[in-house]
């Protein structure tokens, strides 16, 4: 039923630009739209013990190319449309895999992006297909490192307080768009508030994940989950010093379709100094488990949390669980951006210690616009023959 709604919403909308404008107008709109441009070139390298990796052969490289076009029309009413159509394609490829540990940017050509959008100051809704991004990305994310964004085919409703910072945002998604180009059914609703004082921003959340039966996701019913979470972000900055941290608890049972009982929490605790230049941040991140089954996180953008090398990611099912205790430093030397970060991993449960890893970057921003980046990731396991290394360059133009 719903479904047919948002459809009939989408049938309405479109109506209303159609018919509803003057011609002229409508003409205006459009005209006073811009276009949109990204385009990413990116070399890839994936090498890790194949001894311990099942169908892989533990070496890989990619040249892989990413062109998004769109187009942002004007508003008109309160009404304005966004479409984004988008390429990814293989440039060179060595020994080019994208099962394990491999390389996930497989060649496809898609609508990224493609929505009417209406706001009137205090409300925005959005209908048909878009990225959404809640609080870090660690459990509602569009997984922007890939070549191919994870958007949702969803409605959104926000809301923003005239007289106070205060957000409140819905969506109803019914499909996500995967960066494997892959399409998963979902029965989805996502809530968010958010309030951004002075010196702390709280952020309370309620996610229900529903998975829709289909024999080719890799999600189905079974991985249904309902999440409830408080995030606190709080910073105090000086002239030339600056502290900050985040706090942030959740607990997270059974969906609907989920065939095991579990409730399972989420920890995480970071604190941040900002010296001059440098910032220093020491984090401790806990995923648990519950009979058997990890807090999961089948929404996220999973590669920017536990090591770039991503190896340990709480997408579904049954596990141990993570403990990640890490520390980074970052700063800026003339126009390069540099950072570091090392991690520790544990299990949750038991005494099984996974490895660390240690990961590096350096961005570089031309006047011209144009963005170029290195990145490595070394993982060092304690387990025989399962250690990876990840290497990246790239150039990127935007606007």
């Known amino acids: 039923m719903i479904k047919t709604f948002i459809k009939a919403g989408v049938f309405l909308c479109t109506a209303s630009l159609g018919f509803a404008a003057e011609a002229d107008s409508m003409i205006n709109a459009i005209k006073s739209g811009k276009p949109t441009v990204n385009l990413r070139l ?37 009404f304005s449309s966004t479409v984004e159509l988008e390429d990814i394609s293989t440039v060179h490829q060595g020994d080019y895999a994208r099962t394990g540990n491999g390389i996930l940017d497989p060649e496809s050509a898609d609508i990224n992006q493609g929505y009417i959008k209406y706001s009137n100051g205090s409300f925005t809704g959005l209908l048909g297909r878009q990225t959404i991004i809640y609080d870090n990305a660690r459990h509602i994310g569009n997984v922007g490192w890939r070549q191919n964004d994870q958007t949702y085919d969803a409605l959104t409703l926000k809301y923003k307080a005239p007289s106070l910072p205060l957000s409140l945002s819905y969506n109803y998604a019914w499909q996500v768009n995967r960066i494997v180009a892959t399409e998963e059914k979902m029965d989805t609703h996502l809530f968010n508030a958010n309030y951004k004082g002075k010196y702390i921003t709280p952020s309370l959340y309620y996610y229900k994940v529903g998975f829709e ?3 080719v996701g890799f999600f189905t019913p079974a991985n249904d989950s309902d999440t409830f979470g408080l995030r606190l972000l709080g910073k105090v900055q000086s002239e030339s010093v600056g502290f900050n941290y985040t706090l942030e ?21 970071e604190v941040g100094f900002n010296i001059q230049k440098v910032g220093l941040k020491l984090g401790y991140e806990n995923i648990g488990v519950d009979n058997g089954m990890i807090f999961t996180t089948p929404l996220a953008t999973v590669h920017a949390f536990n090591g770039w090398a991503d190896r340990t990611l709480p997408l579904k099912g049954a596990g141990s669980g993570i403990k990640d205790t890490y520390f980074s430093i970052s700063g800026k030397v003339k126009m390069v951006k540099l950072m570091a970060v090392y991690h520790s991993l544990d299990a949750n449960t038991g005494n099984t210690d996974y490895g660390s890893e240690i990961d590096l970057l350096a961005v570089y921003k031309s ?33």
């Open 367 to 399: 006047s011209y616009g144009v963005v170029y980046g290195a990145k490595a990731a070394m993982f060092d396991a304690e387990t025989a023959n399962d250690d990876t290394t990840k290497f990246w360059l790239w150039s990127q133009l935007k606007f």
């Open 249 to 269: 608890y959740a607990s997270q049972s059974e969906g609907s379709g989920a065939t095991t009982n579990y409730s399972a929490d989420y920890l995480l605790a």
């Open 213 to 215: 039966p289909d024999l």
């Open 42 to 78: 990116r070399y890839e390298s994936v090498d890790h013990d194949a001894a311990a990796r099942q169908f892989d052969s533990g070496k890989h490289e990619g040249l892989i190319m990413r062109t998004a076009i769109g187009y942002k029309t004007g508003s008109y009413k309160g």
